[in-house]
Structures are given as structure tokens and as C-alpha cells.
Antibody, heavy 123, light 112 residues
Framework: EVQLVESGGRLVQPGGSLRLSCAAS????????MHWVRQAPGKGLEWVGR??????????SYGASVKDRFTLSRDDSKNMAYLHMNSLKIEDTAVYYC??????????????WGQGTLVTVSS | QSALTQPASVSGSPGQSITISCTGT?????????VSWYQQHPGKAPKLIIY???NRPSGVSDRFSASKFGNTASLTISGLQAEDEADYYC????????????FGGGTKLTVL
């Protein structure tokens, strides 16, 4: 059974930093691109970013609103993905989901999602 | 990059059919079979219900179907049931120089 379990969300002050973790199991983590998607309270889904596999040089891409503040990393030996968040703003308050993106013949979609972890940025 | 455009809400009575549209551009929705759809119940994670624009994952009811024409994708739910009441999101992507994944703003489906 595929499982994605996020952790690390908590209350943090504006300007602070936080690291979220995503523990994966039930699939070949090392060969998968891992994405993060967030959802502000009462709002829609927003793509945060992704990190590709070792075979794709761990390439990263980020959404415009988090670029230069957030960094993605992964530890394939532990089947873990991480989202490092710096210079947090009130508008970063959201539930953060990690998701596996499956691609076939260049067509991609999110087939598995975690349950999410809540980050609250407030003074 | 702007989000994809979806209606904020739709509604229907049990047994009826509804359609949710998702409009993008020739660089995202209009590219090949790049659209996926997700269902999200309150307090839950999104769930994949359509991939590659028209395909259903195993386990998803055949009451869910989808199509795409040009830069607009559509999700149709037939034989509405109370359990279909949820938020629905379309998703596509652009991969020019760097990947950008785009979500629609979401559509709240109310089963009357």
C-alpha cells in the first residue's frame, strides 16, 4: 500500500523557518518525482514545487510565490522528502501536501497524496 | 502563470448530470492529454479521478467522465449522488525551461 505521511507543521512567526518532512512507502521512492502542493484555509490548491529523482539530477522547480524562499531536498536512503521554508510570510499559512507525480509517455498526474500538515504563520 | 479557470460552484439534484469546465491556454490545457482532475472532500486530501484528460483510475466510478477540446477540459458527473458533493480541481502543466504545475481555482459541487 502506498503511503505518504507529512510532518513538521506548526505555528511559526513571520520571518521564521520551518522544515516539513514527507515519509514515503509502498512504491519505488528513489525513482519518483516528489511534489509539494499547499492549500490556504478556505482556498484552492497551489503548486509549491518538485524534486526529481537521482536519475534526473535531483532537478527542482518552484512556484513563483515561493521561489527563492523554499528549497526541496530528499534522502532516498530513508525514503524521505523535505520542504525547507525560509522567510515565512503570513500568506504561507496553509496545509502542505506531498504528492507523487507519475508520468507515462510524457503525461503526468498526481496519483498519491499525503494527508497534509498544517503550517500557521502568525505573530 | 495564472491558474486555470473553473466555475466557482455548480449544483444538481440526485440522479442528474453536471459538467465542470476548466479553461487554460494553448501552452497548458491545450497541450496533448495533460489534464487531470481531483476530488476533495472537506478536511481530506485530494483524490485523483481523471488522468490524461479522459482516463479513470481503477476504483473510480464510471459516473465520472471527462473530455477536452482545444484549451478547455470538462468533467462530467452523471447520476449525481450525495457523496459526490465535494470540491473539484483540474490540473495541467507547462514545461518550457522549467516545470510549472497549474491548478484550477476549484469548483464546489452541491448536491441539492
Amino acid at each position: 500500500e502506498v503511503q505518504l505521511v507529512e510532518s513538521g507543521g506548526r505555528l511559526v512567526q513571520p520571518g521564521g523557518s520551518l522544515r516539513l518532512s514527507c515519509a514515503a512507502s509502498g512504491f519505488t521512492f528513489s525513482g519518483s518525482a516528489m511534489h509539494w502542493v499547499r492549500q490556504a484555509p478556505g482556498k484552492g490548491l497551489e503548486w509549491v514545487g518538485r524534486i526529481r529523482s537521482k536519475g534526473n539530477n535531483y532537478a527542482t522547480s518552484y512556484g513563483a510565490s515561493v521561489k527563492d524562499r523554499f528549497t526541496l531536498s530528499r534522502d532516498d536512503s530513508k525514503n524521505m522528502a523535505y520542504l525547507h521554508m525560509n522567510s515565512l510570510k503570513i500568506e504561507d499559512t496553509a496545509v502542505y501536501y506531498c504528492a507523487r507525480r507519475y508520468c507515462s509517455n510524457g503525461r503526468c498526474y498526481f496519483d498519491y497524496w499525503g494527508q497534509g500538515t498544517l503550517v500557521t504563520v502568525s505573530s | 502563470q495564472s491558474a486555470l479557470t473553473q466555475p466557482a460552484s455548480v449544483s444538481g439534484s440526485p440522479g442528474q448530470s453536471i459538467t465542470i469546465s476548466c479553461t487554460g491556454t494553448s501552452k497548458d490545457v491545450g497541450v496533448d492529454n495533460s489534464v487531470s482532475w481531483y476530488q476533495q472532500h472537506p478536511g481530506k486530501a485530494p483524490k485523483l479521478i481523471i488522468y490524461e484528460s479522459t482516463n479513470r483510475p481503477s476504483g473510480v466510478s464510471d459516473r465520472f467522465s471527462a473530455s477536452k477540446f482545444g484549451n478547455t477540459a470538462s468533467l462530467t458527473i452523471s447520476g449525481l449522488q450525495a457523496e459526490d458533493e465535494a470540491d473539484y480541481y483540474c490540473c495541467s502543466y507547462i514545461n518550457i525551461n522549467a516545470l510549472q504545475v497549474l491548478f484550477g481555482g476549484g469548483t464546489k459541487l452541491t448536491v441539492l
